[in-house]
T-cell receptor, first 114, second 112 residues
Framework: DGGITQSPKYLFRKEGQNVTLSCEQN?????MYWYRQDPGQGLRLIYY???????QKGDIAEGYSVSREKKESFPLTVTSAQKNPTAFYLC?????????????FGDGTRLSIL | GQQLNQSPQSMFIQEGEDVSMNCTSS?????WLWYKQEPGEGPVLLIA?????ELTSNGRLTAQFGITRKDSFLNISASIPSDVGIYFC????????????FGSGTQLTVLP
C-alpha cells in the first residue's frame, strides 16, 4: 500500500540532545512538509520541500533542521536550540506544491522531554 | 500572516443529529480543505474545495467554499459514534501565501 510512514511513534529526548524524526513516502510525491501540533491548536508549518535538494522555512523553523537528499525521504532534526520541543510532529506530502494538490499525512511522532 | 478562525471549538451532540462547523479567514483563499483527526493519528482528508461557491459531498459530509472566498463550512448529517474526532479546516492563498494555514480544530463528541 502507498502511504507516508513516520517513525518512531514515540520519542523521548534528554535536555541538550538533538533527535531526528523519520518520514518516508512511497507515493512518488514531489512535495513534503513537516508540521508541529500542540494541544488545542492547529498545525503549524516547520519546513517544506517542493523538490529534492531544496527546502524552505515555514512559520516556526527556529530550532529545527531538515534535509531532502531523496525524493521519498524528508527527515526532521529537532535541535537543542528548540527550547520547547514537546509536541506531536506530523509529516505530509503532496503530488506537487500547487493549490489543487491536497496534502496527505502520516500518523505522527510524539516527542517528549525527559 | 493569514489567520483562520474555526468554530465552534468543541461540540457535544446526540447520535443522529446534524452538525455544522465553519471557518473564516482574514484573507482570500484559493483552496479550502477539511480534515478529520482521530487520537494519535494524522489528519485524513475529507473534502477538498477549489472554486468559490462550490458545494461538495462525501457521504454524509457536505462542505462549501464561500462566495467571498473567505469562509467555508462543513456539515455532517445523521451523526454516528465513529464521527468522533477533531475536524480541521485548512486554506491556501496565492503567491507568497501558498502554504496551507490550519484552523485550530473542532472537537466533536457524539453521545449514544
Amino acid at each position: 500500500d502507498g502511504g507516508i510512514t513516520q517513525s518512531p511513534k514515540y520519542l523521548f529526548r534528554k535536555e541538550g540532545q538533538n533527535v531526528t524524526l523519520s518520514c518516508e513516502q512511497n507515493l512518488n510525491h514531489d512535495a513534503m512538509y513537516w508540521y508541529r501540533q500542540d494541544p488545542g491548536q492547529g498545525l503549524r508549518l516547520i519546513y517544506y520541500s517542493q523538490i529534492v535538494n531544496d527546502f524552505q522555512k515555514g512559520d516556526i523553523a527556529e530550532g529545527y533542521s531538515v534535509s531532502r537528499e531523496k525524493k521519498e525521504s524528508f527527515p526532521l532534526t529537532v535541535t537543542s536550540a528548540q527550547k520547547n520541543p514537546t509536541a506531536f510532529y506530523l509529516c505530509a506530502s503532496s503530488i506537487g506544491g500547487g493549490a489543487d494538490q491536497p496534502q496527505h499525512f502520516g500518523d505522527g511522532t510524539r516527542l517528549s522531554i525527559l | 500572516g493569514q489567520q483562520l478562525n474555526q468554530s465552534p471549538q468543541s461540540m457535544f451532540i446526540q447520535e443522529g443529529e446534524d452538525v455544522s462547523m465553519n471557518c473564516t479567514s482574514s484573507s482570500i483563499f484559493n483552496t479550502w480543505l477539511w480534515y478529520k483527526q482521530e487520537p494519535g493519528e494524522g489528519p485524513v482528508l475529507l473534502i477538498a474545495l477549489y472554486k468559490a461557491g462550490e458545494l461538495t459531498s462525501n457521504g454524509r459530509l457536505t462542505a462549501q467554499f464561500g462566495i467571498t472566498r473567505k469562509d467555508s463550512f462543513l456539515n455532517i448529517s445523521a451523526s454516528i459514534p465513529s464521527d468522533v474526532g477533531i475536524y480541521f479546516c485548512a486554506g491556501r492563498g496565492s503567491g507568497s501565501a501558498r502554504q496551507l494555514t490550519f484552523g485550530s480544530g473542532t472537537q466533536l463528541t457524539v453521545l449514544p
